[in-house]
């Protein structure tokens, strides 16, 4: 069964467009993590988020985990073409095995 | 940068066929995984080793094997290929280091079986 679910399923925005991308767990989260895909290729580790309410920003991408530990957002500020690809989020099983979301296939148009 | 790498990046075969998915890593890390990326995005683990001759299987049934001689080492078989098999594969692997629990992926393989 789908532990992660992330929605939206893709995302097409302009260039300059903020967007969100969300993840839910019906489980509380102990770790959760960000990565993204260009396509045909592997995943690039973005951020990890562990303590409730806890933010994260990284050049134009911010990640936050809310109070109750079972959601997760992932915020794009001024989206660019380079934004394009692939969005999962990953929670800790054990011992550092993840579990990912569905992703979120994001198209950036120039 | 990453410094684990995936050998072949495509393969294409026909059914019946035994293959070998090469997987190697240059960080000592001692752990390393295998996921399956449906189209639909979605990865499932199908392999995951904690280190020398250590192997378990992952959430998904798979009908590939894994072995671990080697730390920097994890490779992929497939017996008889068939076409379900057709997919994307990443290998992946972690350190020991508490702190971020980063994998670090190779950049996949993508097998297609006619």
């Known amino acids: 069964s789908q532990e992660l679910e992330q929605s939206p399923q893709s995302l097409i925005v302009q260039e300059g467009k903020n967007l969100t991308i969300n993840c839910t767990s019906s489980?509380?989260?102990?770790?959760l993590y960000w990565y993204k895909q260009k396509y045909g290729e592997g995943l690039i580790f973005l951020m990890m988020?562990?303590?409730?309410?806890e933010e994260k920003s990284h050049e134009k991408i911010t990640a936050k985990l809310d109070e109750k530990k079972q959601q997760s957002s992932l915020h794009i500020t001024a989206s660019q073409p380079s934004h394009a690809g692939i969005y999962l989020c990953?929670?800790?099983?054990?011992?550092?095995?993840?579990?990912f979301g569905s992703g979120t296939q994001l198209t950036v148009l120039p | 940068e990453a410094d684990i790498y995936q050998t072949p990046r495509y393969l294409v075969i026909g059914t019946g066929k035994k293959i070998t998915l090469e997987c190697s890593q240059t960080m000592g890390h001692d752990k390393m995984y295998w996921y399956q990326q449906d189209p639909g995005m979605e990865l499932h683990l199908i392999h995951y080793s904690y280190g020398v001759n250590s192997t378990e299987k992952g959430d998904l049934s798979s009908e590939s094997t894994v072995s671990r001689i080697r730390t920097e080492h994890f490779p992929l078989t497939l017996e008889s290929a068939r076409p379900s098999h057709t997919s994307q594969y990443l290998c992946?692997?972690?350190?020991?280091?508490?702190?971020?629990?980063?994998?670090?992926f190779g950049e996949g393989s993508r097998l297609t079986v006619l």
């Open positions: 489980k509380t989260l102990y770790g």
């Open positions: 988020l562990q303590k409730g309410g």
């Open positions: 992946a692997s972690s350190g020991t280091s508490p702190n971020t629990g980063e994998l670090f």
């Open positions: 990953g929670a800790d099983r054990s011992a550092r095995q993840l579990t």
